[in-house]
């Protein structure tokens, strides 16, 4: 082949350290969310959705070529949370949790995830983080062990 391509979309998951509710106010979470989203673009990694509620987040997108996703999770993270302890004085506490999820997903399944992920608040009304991060792990075959995914 004379050029290469590259057609990766991936479903992330984060929450905020130990799940503290940072993003309880809902200006400031769709700042966040929009900040997450631009930060994606920046990074060459066009987002499709980005959403959550006060404790985590979900971001779709079409993940870069010229980053290694480890990469591009510790600069998306990094970045962000800089950007929100400048947002307001009340959040030089934040950080985001160590880990994090990237799961692929199929160009077919993405209007599906685009609905969950804008859908979050009504979902987490009956699911917790925790249970919801299970289930996702179980959906994506994901091994893990319960001692290691929690900070």
């Not at 993270?77 to 950080?95: A, I, R, V």
Request: with cysteine; aromatic share 12%; proline share 4%.
């Amino acid at each position: 082949m004379s050029h290469s391509l590259f057609e990766v979309y991936v479903h992330i998951v984060f929450s905020t350290k130990n799940r503290i509710p940072f993003l309880d106010d809902n200006v400031l979470r769709g700042r966040t969310h929009a900040y997450l989203g631009g930060l994606c673009k920046r990074l060459d990694s066009p987002v499709l959705a980005v959403g959550g509620v006060e404790d985590h987040v979900h971001i779709a997108c079409r993940q870069s070529r010229h980053h290694a996703p480890k990469d591009f999770m510790r600069l998306l993270k990094e970045k962000s949370s800089k950007w929100m302890k400048t947002t307001d004085p009340s959040l030089d506490s934040f950080y985001w949790q160590i880990g994090y999820g990237m799961f692929s997903v199929s160009p077919g399944h993405l209007p599906a995830l685009r609905l969950y992920i804008a859908n979050q608040e009504e979902h987490h009304r009956t699911e917790t983080f925790q249970e919801e991060y299970r289930r996702l792990l179980k959906k994506y075959g994901v091994e893990y062990d319960e001692r290691y995914i929690w900070d």
